[in-house]
């Protein structure tokens, strides 16, 4: 049972273009969400959050919108540089616990 | 770097053996959470704890797993006679204490376990 899916398991986008990950999710208890982008063989890293009493956020070329009543957020990056080129995790907290459930990844490609 | 440290970044084990993972926390930090990786898969988690308590181990096997976080030194995840489904990415992350909801977690680097 997947609560938080990221059904692209891959994304392949022109250096300069937009990039747009999609992540959607099951669990209404939800209500902080994050973006962690993972290089191989290194930990995630932190990108972006958004609580769920907003529906943007914004923090130079990323930018997150949530669309709670659709239960779906996305991950904007624009302009896409040839080193966003990772793994990105979309992850969920519910305000009850503190862990994160992650779903499986989008490997995004930036082409030169 | 002050970042969450995590040793051995490579561990062999044979069946059977005895696996021990390390996690330092970022300094400041009291809350760390083991988190495991299948191939191809995403971060699951596992347990969270606070110095020298558990305060959530609903995502770690019954038997054969434990985990600890002393009040002095790092926290450990051990895996007892490791049988190779065990083989994955180990994740430790780390937030501050006094962290509302919505906290960031940080991670470290990962152990990635490989059992013969």
């Not at chain 1, 994304?11 to 902080?32: A, H, K």
């Amino acid at each position: 049972d997947q609560q938080v899916k990221q059904n692209s398991p891959s994304l392949s986008v022109q250096e300069g273009r937009i990039s747009i990950l999609n992540c959607d999710y099951t669990n209404s208890m939800f209500d902080y969400f994050l973006w962690y982008k993972k290089y191989p063989a290194e930990g995630p890293t932190f990108l972006i959050s958004i609580s769920s009493i907003k529906d943007k956020n914004e923090d130079g070329r990323f930018t997150v919108f949530l669309n709670k009543s659709a239960k779906h957020l996305s991950l904007h990056i624009v302009p896409s540089q040839p080193g966003d080129s990772a793994v990105y995790f979309c992850a969920a907290q519910p305000g009850s616990a503190r862990q994160l459930t992650f779903g499986s990844g989008t490997q995004l490609t930036v082409l030169p | 770097n002050a970042g969450v440290m995590q040793n051995p970044r490579h561990l062999v084990r044979r069946r059977g053996q005895e696996a021990r993972l390390r996690c330092s926390p970022v300094k400041g930090h009291s809350h760390v959470y083991w988190y495991r990786q299948l191939p191809e898969e995403g971060l699951k988690f596992m347990v969270y704890l606070q110095k020298e308590n558990i305060i959530d181990e609903s995502g770690m096997p019954k038997e054969r797993f434990s985990a600890e976080f002393p009040k002095e030194g790092p926290s450990i995840l051990r895996i007892q006679q490791v049988v190779r489904g065990d083989s994955a990415a180990y994740f430790c992350a780390s937030s501050p204490l006094l962290a509302g909801r919505g906290e960031t977690q940080y991670f470290g680097p990962g152990t990635r376990l490989l059992v013969l």
